[in-house]
């Protein structure tokens, strides 16, 4: 007998990234192929009829999975009994903005929204805040829906992690599945810390540091570091549009291993509550390593940080705490 | 004296043991291996199709969630920037699956090797524009690749054409490509098959998964001829005809047929854009049917070329309801066929014929 559906919500659901997280979602990408979805997707009032489209669409795929979709611009509706959320809707940054310029349209959307989420939403939601500033929208939604535990409300920084994945894969022409452990700490913003201190490279079964395989310190401190912070950028300037299809696809890895557990040996970089580990003031949304387990995320402990590490990670935590004070200024 | 001896002995006895225990991980390593890549080209792929389509074959929806993929990009060369920037979004997303992703403006390179190909790349029908509109425009094109494809392609390579008018551009690719096997090249009108599917678990509120056997016939257009004669909805363990349980002759004569016929131009309405996402997934389902087979008691509906199943003149590359085995198709044959659907599949058949004769005639 099929499991019952687990209900899905995806803001900014007839944008970029709405259009190409939908048919992952639908197809099992997020939850696995076993487990039947029901997708709820929102939008504002001038995106309904491009909306429908959307809703038309999926309909006309006859995706065995998908056992249901809501399209609303209703944000009540939408959140109505939701248990996982992907918050993708905001505005999208354009060629020359940076993630603070749009900072204080987004902060009074997340204000709205985390009311909405915490009145109709499953007890138990797990919340993904994906529009930028990711770590402050997350961080403003976690203050204003205080009974959704602290714990289910995180950001995504595992679009960074996949592409430090794939930079070291390049790097040392090694397939991308056989590198692992890689770190993004902080804030998913050009501030990031892409860390490969503790990364790997599975060789003929057995696992080598990265640093050793690459042995260039200077790439790995330097260029390494910018091309993963700059990106996004980046990927603007080729396609004239921001990340889609990377983003829809990390943030359906970034559930996935939540939800259904990161494999053994391996940790993955979430932006979450942080809770004073590794000296960063508690109280921000910040990325650190993280394994997953029945559902639930616990910070990677104990990992030595070098000096010039350290640096880094208080760099990153110092502008999340000048993007806290500026999105509380937003709001009054 | 002895000493030695012993000890010699016992070393070679541990230098045996270390090298069995070698031979024996590196013959493991052999058993775990995984399998060859595919090599999957996609043109078009710096468009809404191409993008939407990409993340679905590196993430095994197209060859299973085994199957190692190798990603050939083509678009042409205004669209190279952008091309390049959907390699780098791939190589971001860190697909376990994707073994590599050539991005090329070069048709020779593009179809090196390549064991499946997705033909996209072609001008997307706008609002207000038929299907025929677009023709002789893309004619020429598929001329080109057909050569291309046969001279660099690997010697089976499946063929599936998306871009409109995609029956007579595979007919075009087919007679421009003459050592590609005829049965290799096909058109897509599973997307309209998964359409039908869709408006009839609509109107009896089931689920999609529970519906099957529909067929489209004849032209990816508006004269397509969905036909639910021998469809089926499973309910409680059992399979009941779709006729019985809608209940409504009349609508399924008339309103059902027209909304899948037209569907494509309503999405283009609500969106203003083709359909992008759904053509997508239903090329993945096409290319998976075809190369994994079709599930027991189900069939689908592919573009293929006629060989005079159902009074339907040869030469055409016309949809009909198949099944698939070991990476073949087969017609579904013996199915009845009412007057009233003859009709139907007649006229579509007409409108290929003058396609054809219009697209000869573009190319002179």
Redesign the interface.
Known sequence: MAKDPVRVLVTGAAGQIG??I???IA?G?MLG?EQPVILHMLDIEPAA??L???K?????????L??GVVATTDIQEACKGVNIAVMVGGFPRKEGMERKDVMSKNVSIYKAQASALEKNAAADVKVLVVANPANTNALILKEFAPSIPEKNITCLTR?DH??A??QI??KLNV???DVKNVIIWGNHSSTQYPDVNHATVTV??GDKPVRELVANDQWLNTEFITTVQQ?GA??I????LS????A???AC?HIRDWVLGTPKGSWVSMGVYSDGSYGIQPGLVYSFPVTCEKGQWSIVQGLKIDEFSRGKLDATAQELIEEKSLAHSCLN
Do not use: C, Q, T
């Open positions: 259009y190409a939908v048919p992952m197809r990408a192929p009829e491009s429908n489209g959307v038309m669409e999926l309909i006309d795929a006859a995706f065995p998908l056992r679009l996949n592409r994945l794939g894969s390049e397939h991308v599945g003929n079964g990106r980046a990927i300037k080729a396609r004239k990340s889609a299809l990377s829809a696809s990390s890895d």
